[in-house]
Nanobody
Framework: QVQLVESWGGLVQAGGSLRLSCKAS????????MGWFRQAPGKEREFVAA????????DNADSVKGRFGISRDNAKNTVYLVMSSLEPDDTAVYYC??????????????????WGQGTQVTVSS
């Protein structure tokens, strides 16, 4: 079965950096666009970043532009989210998701086919 496993969340001070990883199994990774979403307590899940199946196209939410970057390594079945200049408002559970590569990148969570369990990121002030 398909599994997406996020890693390397944690506690970091404001202004710090983290790199999240999401390793996929049970699917042809190069055939899927990948996305990162986050959900803070009491808030809806929100889009963070997405990357096309080849890695050639990326999209970032306005709230993270210039601070976060998404990349992928299809040979390792892994997608990454590099986060820098972290702010307390970035505190959330971060989820990776996979979407079949047909069509354009999307920010809508309902279009993603598979989800990971999430990893907690906490940014202290």
């Amino acid at each position: 079965q398909v599994q997406l496993v996020e890693s390397w969340g944690g506690l970091v001070q404001a202004g710090g950096s983290l790199r999240l990883s999401c390793k996929a199994s049970g699917l042809t990774f190069s055939g899927y666009a990948m996305g990162w979403f986050r959900q803070a307590p009491g808030k809806e899940r929100e889009f963070v970043a997405a990357i096309s199946s080849s890695g050639g196209i990326t999209d970032n939410a306005d709230s993270v532009k210039g601070r976060f970057g998404i990349s992928r390594d299809n040979a390792k079945n892994t997608v990454y989210l590099v986060m820098s200049s972290l702010e307390p408002d970035d505190t959330a559970v971060y989820y990776c998701a996979a979407k079949t590569a047909v069509g354009i990148l999307t920010r809508l969570p309902g279009w993603y086919n598979y989800w990971g369990q999430g990893t907690q990121v906490t940014v202290s002030s």
